[in-house]
């Protein structure tokens, strides 16, 4: 590229240029709003800024003040204990739900072809939508599932005013509005699974599940983990559903990293330590992040 | 001994539970739905039949919730179309690039996608105040553009990775140039590409709460975030809501169901092929 | 008159050498053929005569023009793809006919030599049809068509028989031929398959990792190789090679003498690859068995119809012999002679011709 400068330049070179030509203008747009708000959401997180007193945005004399106080914060740490068990629930639930269903649409009748498209409709909902829906079926009053219970002689307490299952209760939800995409991904790796070794496995005297076991398990199994991390992502902004469904509450039970970030934020106007956890959990989604890149461009490779 | 019957349903025991299982995971979209016409005394009412009214709905009409709406669909379809607009030149550069950092600018491009919205959102916002953006649909549409324009570079790369080289080194010589070839060449066969990432794209933006929520407060408002107004009034207008709610998801299912093909790449980001 | 002309032009990929130093005057009107295994370079070679590929170093001359950094489209140049790189979306008359359309040509005449190039090749009933509605054979065809309606000055066709089967291989090969001699332009055809070279190329140039290594027409390679790679390539079955020294006059093998060619120069004890086609090994009856000849123990007999081949172990080495047809299995002992105006003599250690 260098002989492009002094010299008469190649035809690739030339498309290079033209290629990159075409690239700016995202790459300007995205830096734009990505870079300049991460650098600036780094620098309010060495202040503590407090829209409520003035002047405190340039204040940088204790630049890790918000990072050491977070440790030191009861509910911030509580938080993160929240996090952990939407998370850990989230990827645990969504893989078998996922998967599960995946096996069982994986055969291409009309009816599973049909259901593969039907399926994906919690997916795609506003998750405000998902929210107000499960807010109403988890209110006892209201709920015609409450209703079913009771009439079957099972009648179930209030989950959402319940500290202890309030959580729970937006891990259901959570995982029926998520549960598609790791339907879709492990959908979409079966079909890639050769026939051969599962014939071989079949003449050999193989059962379903060891067929399932042994064969079409290890095939899928990295997309299962990307998958995973996927949903590790994604758990973290959680956001929609505890808004709507809890508040966060009852007390902290449901409030999880992001929310009390928000609550930071947007109740105690404590914008410096707000950004402090919102650069740690950035740190998390770039380190995960990496990771998916890493092996979905390592089986890029293998499987061209 | 196998019937005939069950000769040409071979799979008639796993498709009736597929179609039991489909019934029940759909029960809370169908009971929102149903409980949208339902009329107001009766809405929480246990029985399958009822007389279904518009009373929601009209409701709905004659208050602020169209306006509302109308915010909704010019902020996701500004933002997509823009999105498009520069994302998609992007991802073919990123795809028939030769140039080092293509690697780079994938991770980066990723992690927008994956960031939190609160990370975004305490510096936009700050910003916002003090540009006069701040509860505008030009603001909206500015973050929305971001995470759009991050999700279309991701989809439409694969797409264009599909299309042999070979076919454009072809066309450079029967004489086109590079951008030439990009447009009669390569985008022509990744048409379905195009029309699934733009839908998935105005998905993505029309579903948006967090965003819409800080960063708008009456005027430049988008449905999911006035659906949340109507628990603020006493007593909950649960058909209101139920109503609003079906109006917000119905653009979003219609459309999902025309790009399903596509929608394990743009939810996945891409990690797999096909 | 114009020519392809490559002065010392060389190709790398950050530090990998895949073109070395190659200098070729190609002539003008000619089939020239790269023949070598996949990776030596010959179809780096191509692409940088088409310009999809930038030169590292060297010159690139096609008729008087210097076109080393021009872009494909200017360099009068027309392709034709392994995978033949048909435009899916468009029909095969708008294949046909894209390239002129791209340069501003008039309709009329775009449409006036579609019609020509359709009808040499065949394709007058498909202009309407869609790449994916036809047969290997037919895309073929319209590859090959897509570059003569250009009317380029050189043509370049990168392995474009490899997707077929062979015997539409076959074909093919007889309509490229055909064609050639029609149109008369000059062409660069790129393979691996030493028959196709063989029966179409007037010039052969032979690569190996990026090496030019020999030049010349097809019986001059096959008659006289530069060296042992070249010798094993060409002629089927491959040519025998025997490791020997030169010992007075005569070559020695591990227990046997044979007389050396005529009239060629050797150190004496110097260790020599003696090579020999195995249709040229002679067996003689064993009466006539003497001092000049040596023999084979055959370990296979593969019975080709008319002719036979046998494989069996000579002087402590591997021996194949071509006869006609033969009673000989595996277990005989044969007489065979190696005359010395068959024999090709390399130097052991690099590998080229020494008589």
Same mark, same amino acid.
């Given at each position: 590229?260098?002989?492009?400068?002094?010299?008469?330049?190649?035809?690739?070179?030339?498309?290079? !240029?033209?290629?990159?030509?075409?690239?700016?203008?995202?790459?300007?747009?995205?830096?734009?709003?990505?870079?300049?708000?991460?650098?600036?959401?780094?620098?309010?997180?060495?202040?503590?800024?407090?829209?409520?007193?003035?002047?405190?945005?340039?204040?940088?004399?204790?630049?890790?003040?918000?990072?050491?106080?977070?440790?030191?914060?009861?509910?911030?740490?509580?938080?993160?204990?929240?996090?952990?068990?939407?998370?850990?629930?989230?990827?645990?639930?969504?893989?078998?739900?996922? =998967?599960?269903?995946?096996?069982?649409?994986?055969?291409?009748?009309?009816?599973?072809? =049909?259901?593969?498209?039907?399926?994906?409709?919690?997916?795609?909902?506003?998750?405000?939508?998902?929210?107000?829906?499960?807010?109403?079926?988890?209110?006892?009053?209201?709920?015609?599932?409450?209703?079913?219970?009771?009439?079957?002689?099972?009648?179930?307490?209030?989950? =959402?005013?319940?500290?202890?299952?309030?959580?729970?209760?937006?891990? =259901?939800?959570?995982?029926?509005?998520?549960?598609?995409?790791?339907?879709?991904?492990?959908?979409?790796?079966?079909?890639?699974?050769?026939?051969?070794?599962?014939?071989?496995? !079949?003449?050999?005297?193989?059962?379903?599940?060891?067929?399932?076991?042994?064969?079409?398990?290890?095939?899928?199994?990295?997309?299962?983990?990307?998958?995973?991390?996927?949903?590790?992502?994604?758990?973290?902004?959680?956001?929609?559903?505890?808004?709507?469904?809890?508040?966060?509450?009852?007390?902290?039970?449901?409030?999880?990293?992001?929310?009390?970030?928000? !609550?930071?934020?947007?109740?105690?106007?404590?914008?410096?330590?707000?950004?402090?956890?919102?650069?740690?959990?950035?740190?998390?989604?770039?380190?995960?992040?990496?990771?998916?890149?890493?092996?979905?461009? !390592?089986?890029?490779?293998?499987?061209? | 001994?196998?019937?005939?019957?069950?000769?040409?349903?071979?799979?008639?025991?796993?498709?009736?539970?597929?179609?039991?299982?489909?019934?029940?995971?759909?029960?809370?979209?169908?009971?929102?739905?149903?409980?949208?016409?339902?009329?107001?005394?009766?809405?929480?009412?246990?029985?399958?039949?009822?007389?279904?009214?518009?009373?929601?709905?009209?409701?709905?009409?004659?208050?602020?919730?169209?306006?509302?709406?109308?915010?909704?669909?010019?902020?996701?379809?500004?933002?997509?179309?823009?999105?498009?607009?520069?994302?998609?030149?992007?991802?073919?550069?990123?795809?028939?690039?030769?140039?080092?950092?293509?690697?780079?600018?994938?991770?980066?491009?990723?992690?927008?996608?994956?960031?939190?919205?609160?990370?975004?959102?305490?510096?936009?916002?700050?910003?916002?105040?003090?540009?006069?953006?701040?509860?505008?649909?030009?603001?909206?549409?500015?973050?929305?553009?971001?995470?759009?324009?991050?999700?279309?570079?991701?989809?439409?790369?694969?797409?264009?990775?599909?299309?042999?080289?070979?076919?454009?080194?072809?066309?450079?010589?029967?004489?086109?140039?590079?951008?030439?070839?990009?447009?009669?060449?390569?985008?022509?066969?990744?048409?379905?590409?195009?029309?699934?990432?733009?839908?998935?794209?105005?998905?993505?933006?029309?579903?948006?709460?967090?965003?819409?929520?800080?960063?708008?407060?009456?005027?430049?408002?988008?449905?999911?975030?006035?659906?949340?107004?109507?628990?603020?009034?006493?007593?909950?207008?649960?058909?209101?809501?139920?109503?609003?709610?079906?109006?917000?998801?119905?653009?979003?299912?219609?459309?999902?169901?025309?790009?399903?093909?596509?929608?394990?790449?743009?939810?996945?980001?891409?990690?797999?092929?096909? | 008159?114009?020519?392809?002309?490559?002065? &010392?032009?060389?190709?790398?990929?950050?530090?990998?050498?895949?073109? $070395?130093?190659?200098?070729?005057?190609?002539?003008?009107?000619?089939?020239?053929?790269?023949?070598?295994?996949?990776?030596?370079?010959?179809?780096?070679?191509?692409?940088?005569?088409?310009?999809?590929?930038?030169?590292?170093?060297?010159?690139?001359?096609?008729?008087?023009?210097?076109?080393?950094?021009?872009?494909?489209?200017?360099?009068?140049?027309?392709?034709?793809?392994?995978?033949?790189?048909?435009?899916?979306?468009?029909?095969?008359?708008?294949?046909?006919?894209?390239?002129?359309?791209?340069?501003?040509?008039?309709?009329?005449?775009?449409?006036?030599?579609?019609?020509?190039?359709?009808?040499?090749? &065949?394709?007058?009933?498909?202009?309407?049809?869609?790449?994916?509605?036809?047969?290997?054979?037919?895309?073929?065809?319209?590859?090959?068509?897509?570059?003569?309606?250009?009317?380029?000055?050189?043509?370049?066709?990168?392995?474009?028989?490899?997707?077929?089967?062979?015997?539409?291989?076959?074909?093919?090969?007889?309509?490229? #031929?055909?064609?050639? $001699?029609?149109?008369?332009?000059?062409?660069? #055809?790129?393979?691996?398959?030493?028959?196709?070279?063989?029966?179409?190329?007037?010039?052969?140039?032979?690569?190996?990792?990026?090496?030019?290594?020999?030049?010349?027409?097809?019986?001059?390679?096959?008659?006289?190789?530069?060296?042992? #790679?070249?010798?094993?390539?060409?002629?089927?079955?491959?040519?025998?090679?025997?490791?020997?020294?030169?010992?007075?006059?005569?070559?020695?093998?591990?227990?046997?003498?044979?007389?050396?060619?005529?009239?060629?120069?050797?150190?004496?004890?110097?260790?020599?690859?003696?090579?020999?086609?195995?249709?040229?090994?002679?067996?003689?009856?064993?009466?006539?068995?003497?001092?000049?000849?040596?023999?084979?123990?055959?370990?296979?007999?593969?019975?080709?119809?008319?002719?036979?081949?046998?494989?069996?172990?000579?002087?402590?080495?591997?021996?194949?012999?071509?006869?006609?047809?033969?009673?000989?299995?595996?277990?005989?002992?044969?007489?065979?002679?190696?005359?010395?105006?068959?024999?090709?003599?390399?130097?052991?250690?690099?590998?080229?011709?020494?008589?």
């Amino acid at each position: 590229m260098a002989a492009a400068l002094a010299g008469p330049a190649s035809w690739t070179a030339r498309r290079d !240029r033209d290629l990159v030509r075409g690239l700016a203008p995202a790459l300007v747009v995205l830096a734009g709003l990505t870079v300049v708000p991460g650098i600036y959401l780094v620098l309010t997180s060495l202040t503590p800024l407090n829209l409520a007193s003035p002047g405190s945005e340039w204040d940088f004399s204790r630049p890790l003040g918000n990072y050491v106080g977070m440790f030191e914060d009861p509910r911030f740490v509580h938080s993160v204990g929240v996090q952990i068990k939407l998370s850990v629930a989230s990827v645990v639930l969504q893989l078998l739900i996922g =998967l599960g269903v995946a096996l069982l649409l994986h055969p291409n009748t009309t009816v599973r072809q =049909l259901a593969r498209s039907w399926m994906l409709v919690p997916m795609v909902l506003p998750p405000i939508v998902v929210g107000i829906t499960w807010l109403a079926l988890f209110t006892v009053d209201i709920s015609p599932i409450h209703k079913f219970l009771a009439w079957i002689g099972l009648p179930m307490a209030p989950l =959402l005013t319940n500290a202890s299952t309030a959580i729970w209760a937006i891990v =259901l939800a959570g995982t029926w509005q998520h549960f598609p995409f790791a339907m879709l991904m492990a959908l979409a790796a079966l079909q890639m699974v050769p026939e051969n070794p599962i014939e071989a496995a !079949r003449i050999d005297g193989a059962s379903r599940w060891q067929v399932f076991w042994h064969v079409r398990l290890p095939f899928i199994a990295p997309t299962l983990v990307v998958a995973g991390l996927f949903i590790l992502i994604d758990s973290v902004k959680a956001f929609p559903l505890i808004f709507i469904m809890t508040d966060g509450g009852p007390g902290e039970a449901t409030e999880v990293t992001n929310f009390y970030v928000y !609550r930071q934020a947007f109740s105690f106007s404590l914008w410096g330590y707000g950004s402090a956890i919102a650069v740690l959990m950035m740190t998390g989604v770039f380190v995960l992040s990496w990771v998916i890149d890493r092996i979905t461009t !390592r089986n890029d490779g293998q499987w061209s | 001994m196998t019937s005939a019957w069950q000769r040409r349903f071979p799979h008639w025991r796993g498709d009736t539970v597929t179609a039991l299982l489909v019934l029940l995971v759909l029960f809370p979209f169908f009971y929102l739905i149903q409980m949208s016409f339902r009329p107001k005394e009766d809405i929480f009412g246990g029985g399958f039949f009822f007389s279904p009214t518009l009373e929601h709905y009209g409701a709905l009409w004659r208050g602020n919730f169209p306006f509302s709406f109308v915010n909704s669909v010019v902020t996701a379809s500004c933002a997509t179309v823009l999105a498009m607009a520069i994302g998609v030149p992007a991802a073919y550069s990123l795809s028939r690039a030769s140039f080092g950092g293509a690697r780079q600018i994938g991770l980066w491009i990723l992690v927008t996608r994956m960031a939190p919205p609160i990370a975004f959102t305490i510096p936009l916002f700050i910003a916002y105040r003090y540009a006069g953006l701040h509860d505008t649909r030009t603001g909206l549409v500015i973050v929305y553009l971001t995470f759009s324009l991050a999700l279309v570079i991701w989809m439409m790369k694969p797409f264009f990775d599909a299309v042999p080289r070979q076919l454009e080194e072809a066309a450079a010589i029967d004489g086109c140039s590079t951008w030439k070839t990009f447009l009669t060449i390569t985008l022509p066969l990744t048409a379905p590409g195009l029309a699934a990432t733009a839908v998935i794209c105005f998905i993505q933006s029309w579903n948006d709460f967090f965003f819409a929520l800080i960063l708008t407060r009456t005027q430049a408002s988008t449905a999911p975030v006035a659906i949340v107004g109507f628990i603020q009034y006493v007593g909950w207008e649960w058909g209101r809501m139920a109503a609003a709610g079906t109006l917000v998801m119905m653009p979003v299912v219609l459309f999902s169901v025309l790009v399903r093909k596509y929608l394990v790449r743009g939810l996945a980001a891409g990690s797999i092929k096909g | 008159m114009s020519t392809v002309s490559l002065e &010392g032009v060389w190709k790398r990929f950050g530090d990998v050498v895949a073109v $070395r130093d190659v200098g070729l005057q190609l002539p003008h009107g000619g089939l020239t053929v790269f023949l070598g295994p996949s990776g030596c370079g010959k179809t780096t070679t191509l692409r940088m005569i088409a310009g999809l590929e930038s030169v590292s170093e060297g010159r690139i001359l096609i008729g008087e023009r210097d076109v080393t950094w021009l872009d494909p489209k200017d360099r009068n140049i027309a392709m034709v793809f392994q995978n033949y790189a048909l435009y899916p979306h468009k029909t095969v008359a708008e294949n046909l006919g894209f390239g002129l359309k791209i340069r501003g040509v008039a309709a009329a005449e775009i449409a006036a030599r579609v019609a020509n190039a359709s009808q040499l090749l &065949g394709l007058a009933d498909l202009l309407e049809r869609r790449p994916k509605q036809l047969s290997g054979g037919q895309m073929q065809r319209v590859a090959l068509g897509r570059a003569l309606v250009r009317d380029a000055e050189v043509f370049l066709l990168d392995e474009p028989l490899s997707n077929l089967d062979a015997k539409l291989r076959v074909q093919m090969r007889e309509e490229i #031929y055909k064609l050639h $001699r029609r149109i008369g332009k000059s062409m660069i #055809y790129v393979t691996h398959d030493q028959i196709e070279a063989m029966t179409l190329a007037d010039g052969i140039v032979i690569m190996r990792d990026g090496v030019v290594q020999q030049v010349g027409s097809p019986l001059e390679i096959f008659d006289r190789p530069t060296n042992v #790679y070249v010798a094993g390539f060409i002629g089927t079955p491959e040519m025998n090679l025997l490791d020997m020294r030169a010992a007075g006059g005569n070559l020695a093998g591990a227990s046997c003498i044979v007389s050396a060619p005529a009239g060629c120069a050797i150190a004496p004890d110097a260790p020599l690859k003696v090579g020999i086609r195995p249709d040229h090994v002679v067996v003689v009856p064993d009466s006539e068995a003497d001092s000049s000849s040596g023999w084979l123990e055959v370990d296979v007999c593969e019975h080709l119809g008319t002719t036979t081949l046998l494989i069996g172990g000579f002087d402590g080495q591997r021996l194949r012999v071509l006869t006609p047809r033969s009673n000989a299995r595996p277990g005989d002992r044969l007489a065979v002679r190696l005359p010395a105006d068959r024999l090709h003599l390399f130097d052991a250690g690099s590998g080229e011709r020494i008589h």
